[in-house]
């Protein structure tokens, strides 16, 4: 996920630097997305890890 949103911010880059300004706009919006996305993804994992392996489980079963 990480990955495709480094893609999208380069061909937001690109595209604005070719002139594309709605290419570009699209293209950075959706990188925005993706990174949020990943960050949020990306703390619940830490969270998850620093509650153990079986936290998942436990919050379920509860």
């Known amino acids: 996920m990480l990955k495709y949103a480094i893609i999208f911010a380069l061909i937001a880059v690109v595209a604005g630097a070719l002139g594309f300004t709605?290419?570009?706009?699209?293209?950075?919006?959706?990188?925005?997305?993706?990174?949020?996305?990943?960050?949020v993804l990306a703390v619940i994992f830490l969270?998850?890890?620093?509650?153990?392996?079986?936290?998942?489980?436990?919050?379920?079963?509860?």
């Open 22 to 39: 709605g290419l570009a706009a699209a293209s950075a919006g959706l990188a925005k997305l993706l990174f949020g996305l990943f960050l």
């Open 47 to 62: 969270v998850l890890a620093a509650l153990g392996v079986g936290a998942a489980k436990k919050i379920l079963d509860e």
